[in-house]
């Protein structure tokens, strides 16, 4: 006779687990590889607004949209922000498309993410990653960030998560006349 299966086991554990009762490794699991996060953001300084660049970190590979150096960032890039249950809850800047934040706010992954579609290639195929759209960080002035302000693609998705192709380039916005600083 075999054990019962519990209704608990028939639920994924993102849509059963708060983020605090995750594991480490479903934790980790949980990244859908989107390379975001690894973005260089500008504040500015009047009003606040936070905008994007296509600068990345310099750990960052640009087309595996990981960090080339995971287990050590915070040692080689000291204002690499750590994801925490906390952090995920605080940070205004999480994409919208980000898992840890879905969770956090109580709603579904998205069809293109590896632990609904099984693939970690559907990230990049739904438009939604970084793959191939970045310049690295290394050797750029801070004052050269402002050259690389983008609209990123992806940040009004619809409901199953598709980007709207036509408002998934990266359209240069006008900082010429925002005051910003870099932050982590």
Known sequence: MSDPVSDHDLVPYWKAKSLEEMSPEEWERLCDGCGRCCLNKLEDWDTGEIAWTDVACRLLDGHACRCRQYETR????????????????????????????????????????????????????????????TVSEEGMELEDYEEHVVDWPGE????????????????EGDPSEKKYEKIP
């Open 156 to 171: 009004d998705l619809d409901a199953q998560g598709a980007v709207d192709d036509d408002a998934a380039g990266w359209d």
């Open 74 to 133: 915070h040692a080689v890039v000291p204002d690499c922000v750590g994801l925490t249950p906390e952090a995920v809850r605080s940070l205004t800047w999480l994409p919208p498309s980000c898992a840890y934040r879905l969770v956090a706010e109580g709603r579904d992954l998205y069809w293109w993410h590896h632990l609904v579609s099984g693939d970690r290639e559907t990230v990049h195929q739904a438009g939604v990653s970084v793959r191939d759209r």
